[in-house]
């Protein structure tokens, strides 16, 4: 298990080297773990509150420095400076030098999965400690990762329902052990190879893991479907010689489920400029692209605004707010709504209201008081979908 990336490690040797990253490190569970941030080129510590992606390295393959680190692998650097978001890299269990770092995925992979190593409470810490030093916006805060890394990515939308907005597994597999539950349906975007050896689509064992059977391709999505509420119809995104891409919508407010699958490259990452990739698309572009829709709150514009849904549109005044604030919104035609108000952490505040309304214009007041100066978030669900409004609440009270 912990030999995936060898192979990679052999294809990637002609690359260039990469800009050396410093290390950081936090204590968790008594051992120190160690991550690697990227903040953007624009990034102002006075400034707006900014995306977080966690890029989580495969089996033996650095997280960063290494001519096949994920880092490079990924070009997520370039990618979070043109963009404005914050990138960082943890560093999974093991010794660096001996290349056996691995992620406790729950059935994979060795040596973290068998020494049992709390990656989900690392991952959490992680998130705390950056938030509390950096511009981090807690309601987009994203995880991605390839082979050993995406199959920890599922791992932590189900312990992390809360606090993950969307995944993006790249060549992975779905091992969480028991139930996935969840307290919100996590988008979820899984790109794979038809081709891949290491993880096969359709499962079984691979070429470096003989003796190890992996879950389909199939099997994953059928799971995140069901995590998501959706619908088994499918809209079809592309259909090329090379690329085939779905997209699963019919969900859950907030849910959404996307796969795309390649007929071309390996146990890769499409579009990189290391190895021998899918050329079909670029899939840290897709990925960006992807995360920039969804918040914990559910589909979100890349400013912060809800996206409206069919149906209703809602406001939320007045923003910045001190005691209290009033959600106004239309329906077209009678449906379930609930309103919600949640921090950013993803915890429930309390629920407006939470019943069965006619068409019409409606408006609800919210009792903001009891909480304190920061950030909040009012979400909005209907029979249509699901909107949200961040809201400020004004220090000086």
């Not at 995306?51 to 989580?56: A, R, T």
């Not at 599922?154 to 969480?176: D, F, N, T």
Request: charged share 15%.
């Amino acid at each position: 298990m912990n030999r995936f990336f060898l192979l990679l490690l052999a294809v990637f040797s002609t690359a260039p080297a990469a800009v050396a990253q410093t290390p950081d490190s936090i204590v968790v569970g008594g051992m120190s773990r160690v991550f690697y941030l990227h903040l953007p080129a624009t990034y102002d510590a006075s400034g707006a509150l900014l995306p977080l992606v966690i890029g989580l390295h495969g089996a033996n393959q650095e997280p960063v420095d290494g001519v096949a680190s994920f880092s490079r692998l990924t070009g997520f650097n370039a990618k979070a400076d043109a963009n404005g978001f914050i990138v960082v890299y943890p560093e999974g269990r093991g010794s660096r030098n001996g290349k056996e770092l691995t992620w406790n995925g729950g059935g994979c992979c060795p040596p973290a999965s068998a020494l049992n190593v709390d990656d989900v409470a690392f991952i959490a810490d992680l998130i705390d400690t950056l938030a509390a030093r950096y511009r981090v916006d807690r309601s987009r805060v994203y995880a991605t990762g390839i082979s050993n890394g995406g199959i920890m990515s599922y791992r932590l939308a189900c312990e992390l329902s809360h606090r993950i907005a969307a995944i993006a597994p790249v060549a992975a597999a779905y091992m969480v052990q028991g139930d996935c539950i969840v307290t919100r349906p996590v988008p979820a975007l899984h790109i794979h190879s038809l081709q891949d050896p290491a993880l096969p689509y359709n499962g079984g064992t691979g070429v470096l893991s003989p003796n190890f059977p992996f879950p389909s391709v199939d099997s994953a999505i059928a799971t995140w479907l069901h995590v998501c509420g959706c619908a088994s119809i499918a809209d079809t995104l592309h259909a090329t010689a090379n690329l085939l891409a779905r997209r699963w919508s019919r969900c859950t407010p907030g849910g959404e489920v996307q796969l795309y699958a390649t007929s071309d490259g390996g146990h890769s990452w499409p579009g990189s400029p290391v190895g021998n990739p899918s050329t079909a698309f670029n899939a840290t572009d897709v990925i960006w692209e992807f995360f920039s829709r969804f918040s914990i709150a559910g589909a979100l514009e890349v400013s912060g605004k809800g996206r409206a849904p069919s149906g209703a549109a809602m406001r939320v005044l007045p923003n910045p707010a001190s005691e209290s604030v009033t959600a106004t919104f239309a329906l077209d035609r009678a449906s379930h709504v609930r309103l919600e108000v949640f921090d950013l952490r993803g915890a429930l505040l309390a629920t407006a209201f939470d019943g069965d309304l006619d068409a019409g214009a409606h408006r609800f007041p919210i009792s903001v008081h009891a909480y304190p100066a920061g950030r909040i978030i009012v979400r909005c669900i209907t029979s249509f979908g699901t909107q949200a409004e961040l809201l400020t609440i004004a220090p000086d009270r």
